[in-house]
């Protein structure tokens, strides 16, 4: 494949250059319009906020234990981005909540511009890539999950993540030790920000060099990435290892839900975009496939089937790179064509005037710029269109715990014992989009029997367990407290008291609406209630 001279003297291309930082613009005005709703990061962010204070109180040397929910958890998530923190709270005096808030949303913006030009290289065009950008730019799962507070990690990893592969790319054609050795940093320093971004980042340099030389001595420079990535890597996984052993690793990897029914049924069913009801973009990524599949083309397609089945827990965030691509390729050699041959053949045997002028365009490169002009119109009005129904449809997942609900997390901090052991109940979709389950160890400093964050570095199945126990910890909802005190007794998570969280019922209601639970807890001798806001309640188990 010949290497595309991103920055040539060519006005066409400077014009596609310019589009892709517009691409960019707009995929950070959507990124920050989900952020600047409210003063508080988006979704998750509790654990690691308590990692990053955790990291400034041991001096920056890394703990054994993160303090979070006071269970003992391995510091052993990947800290690059709890150090990167820390030091902008330390030296701007930004406070750790806004940087949890701001940032991520300013990493993922900044990773647009760097997917242009890994598209570049990899597409062979820049009207593809152009394309493939601004699909990027509006697809939900490309940031959804990374401008979350939790998105800190995942934000810097991916960011790293696309500067490796970039530069790999970049290694392969020109042979160059200078790009190798960039390469190779930011390998490091993906690894550093996020082991499961890192490890499918591993993955797709191996398919780099299957798919992208035929010269075997180029896997020379494959092994020197790694060997660079391992350097820059090993001082954090060596503390690791010295305090805890392999453990939180091989529990970490087991948490990634490796299931052949999920897998299959992700290939089969192909949804990837997160799109609702209407599938544009799934419809023009599925026919990119199948023109690359029809041209030979297998980098693509055999790169989102890895990514499907090394990480089925978070494929739709990390398949997001060769679907955008696969869109542009879509869209440029599939759609754009189709165009053309439409044009021509409402041409008659004596067009008129308008339609000789559409002929004319229609076979030259104006016509062709035309062309991809509508096919980037028709993709931001869609996509937009799509995003703003999200947002009608108040996606809980891009919301920030309430004010309200804070104050009292904050109010249980300062007027419940220490020693006390939470159940916290909320209707959150799942465990990971629960975001009162996660805040509130993190707030309230009080542990929480029923979080899920954190556990997958516990060994001995803890992570997978508490899923479970979630699960059917949600049927309690809509029963009475019965349920509770037999959950309790069939999963051995025993509580004190209980923190209702009214918020996520309120968005699913639409309205002020209470479940099942909450009636029953009410009018229960069991229970009292000690604190009651419009977002919260908190009641203490009578014994």
């Known amino acids: 494949m010949a290497r595309v001279n991103l920055f040539h003297q060519n006005r066409s291309t400077l014009n596609l250059v310019i589009a892709a930082l517009i691409a960019s613009l707009i995929g950070g005005l959507i990124r920050f319009y989900f952020v600047l709703q409210g003063d508080f990061p988006l979704n998750d962010g509790g654990l690691f906020l308590t990692m990053i204070e955790d990291l400034q109180a041991n001096h920056y040397i890394l703990p054994r234990f993160t303090s979070y929910n006071s269970i003992n958890i391995p510091f052993a998530y990947s800290p690059l981005s709890f150090y990167l923190a820390g030091f902008l709270n330390n030296w701007l005096d930004w406070s750790l909540v806004d940087i949890l808030r701001i940032l991520p949303a300013l990493l993922s913006t900044l990773a647009i511009p760097i997917f242009f030009i890994l598209s570049v290289e990899i597409l062979a065009s820049h009207e593809k890539a152009i394309l493939a950008t601004i699909a990027y730019a509006l697809l939900l799962p490309a940031f959804e999950w990374l401008v979350m507070g939790g998105g800190l990690t995942r934000a810097l990893a991916n960011l790293f993540s696309l500067g490796t592969l970039y530069f790999t790319a970049i290694t392969i054609k020109s042979k160059s030790i200078r790009t190798t050795v960039f390469s190779g940093l930011l390998l490091g320093l993906t690894v550093l920000s996020h082991q499961e971004i890192a490890m499918v980042t591993f993955a797709t340099t191996i398919l780099f060099f299957v798919f992208l030389t035929d010269d075997k001595r180029e896997w020379g420079n494959l092994a020197l990435i790694w060997g660079i990535a391992a350097a820059i890597a090993s001082p954090y996984i060596i503390a690791v290892i010295s305090m805890h052993g392999i453990a939180p690793f091989l529990s970490a990897f087991q948490a990634g839900e490796f299931e052949l029914a999920r897998i299959l049924s992700k290939l089969l069913s192909f949804s990837y975009t997160g799109e ?28 989102l089937a890895v ?35 439409l044009a021509k053949s409402v041409q008659t045997a004596k067009p008129s005037h308008h339609e000789r002028e559409f002929a004319i365009i229609s076979d030259t490169g104006t016509g062709r710029n035309r062309r991809l002009g509508i096919a980037l119109l028709f993709v931001i009005f869609f996509q937009s269109a799509s995003l703003l129904w999200i947002v009608n449809q108040q996606n809980s997942r891009l919301t920030p715990v309430p004010a309200s609900e804070r104050a009292a997390m904050t109010w249980v901090a300062q007027n419940i014992p220490s020693s006390s052991l939470f159940l916290v109940l909320t209707n959150s979709e799942d465990w990971a989009s629960d975001k009162a389950a996660e805040w509130f160890p993190a707030l309230s400093q009080r542990q929480s029997v029923n979080t899920a964050q954190g556990l997958e570095w516990l060994p001995g199945g803890e992570f997978t367990q508490t899923q479970q126990d979630i699960i059917e910890l949600k049927d309690c909802l809509f029963d009475d407290v019965d349920c509770l005190g037999n959950w309790s007794q069939t999963t051995g998570k025993h509580f004190t008291h209980i923190y209702l969280s009214k918020s996520e019922s309120e968005i699913q209601c639409s ?33």
């Open 511 to 543: 309205r002020p609406c209470s479940l099942p639970i909450e009636q029953s807890l009410r009018s229960s001798s069991h229970y009292r209630i000690v604190f009651e806001n419009e977002s919260a309640a908190v009641l203490e188990k009578v014994q």
């Open 307 to 341: 990514m499907t089945i090394i990480n089925p827990r978070s494929v739709e965030r990390t398949s997001m790179i060769p679907i955008a691509m696969l869109i542009g390729y879509g869209l440029d050699q599939v759609i754009l064509p189709a165009l053309s041959r």
């Open 276 to 303: 609702i009801y209407y599938t544009p973009f799934t419809v023009i990524a599925f026919l990119g496939l199948w023109g690359c599949i029809a041209e030979k083309k297998y980098l693509l397609p055999t790169w």
